[in-house]
T-cell receptor, first 106, second 118 residues
Framework: AQRVTQPEKLLSVFKGAPVELKCNYSYSGSPELFWYVQYSRQRLQLLLRHISRESIKGFTADLNKGETSFHLKKPFAQEEDSAMYYCALSTGKLIFGQGTTLQVKP | GAVVSQHPSWVICKSGTSVKIECRSLDFQATTMFWYRQFPKQSLMLMATSNEGSKATYEQGVEKDKFLINHASLTLSTLTVTSAHPEDSSFYIC??????????????FGPGTRLTVT
């Protein structure tokens, strides 16, 4: 079955602390994974795509096929990073995880 | 980047009436659009895939006669909630699929439509 799991509903850290938002997937094919972010009262927007191996706003995510994971990381969290983060698997359509709310406290 | 708009941004309707939500791709043509439903503080649930010029493909458990989808042009898809009931109150989000070089496709999302059925 195709599935995306984000085990943490809420992650609360202090400003400057490292952040890791977990994402695990289940897919028999070659996965195409994304991280989307939804800031308060804004639309969902693409943050990262695994295939580009990019760093956006200090965030990175590495696909680990052995562990079927695509965790999102940032070494030093900022208050403006507070948002809802969704991991998504593309199978022609996007399958979203449950989402993790990141709360960065001052 | 690709821009997707939705209209209206919020709507209140009475139980038993129908309401139409529009999703437009503003600066590109979208052969495929998607409709999602999002409950407060929850993830997006895919309702259906809308393909231009053909019938929509509905996800399991979504009533196709209740949620009518029309994708008559390459820039417009509509979702009509027929005979709305209070339990249909939700946030409806559309997205458009865009072919890219980096990945096969990417999706760009509209701002959503808040539907309240009284």
């Amino acid at each position: 079955a195709q599935r995306v799991t984000q085990p943490e509903k809420l992650l609360s850290v202090f400003k400057g602390a490292p952040v890791e938002l977990k994402c695990n997937y289940s897919y028999s094919g070659s996965p195409e994974l994304f991280w989307y972010v939804q800031y308060s009262r804004q639309r969902l927007q693409l943050l990262l795509r695994h295939i580009s191996r990019e760093s956006i706003k200090g965030f990175t995510a590495d696909l680990n096929k052995g562990e079927t994971s695509f965790h999102l990381k940032k070494p030093f969290a900022q208050e403006e990073d507070s948002a809802m983060y969704y991991c998504a698997l593309s199978t022609g359509k996007l399958i979203f995880g449950q989402g993790t709310t990141l709360q960065v406290k001052p | 980047g690709a821009v997707v708009s939705q209209h209206p941004s919020w709507v209140i309707c009475k139980s038993g009436t129908s309401v139409k939500i529009e999703c437009r791709s503003l600066d590109f043509q979208a052969t495929t659009m998607f409709w999602y439903r999002q409950f407060p503080k929850q993830s997006l649930m895919l309702m259906a895939t809308s393909n231009e010029g053909s019938k929509a493909t509905y996800e399991q458990g979504v009533e196709k006669d209740k949620f009518l989808i029309n994708h008559a042009s390459l820039t417009l898809s509509t979702l009509t909630v027929t005979s709305a009931h209070p339990e249909d109150s939700s946030f409806y989000i559309c997205s458009a699929r865009v072919p890219t070089r980096a990945t096969l496709y990417e999706q760009y999302f509209g701002p959503g439509t808040r539907l309240t059925v009284t």
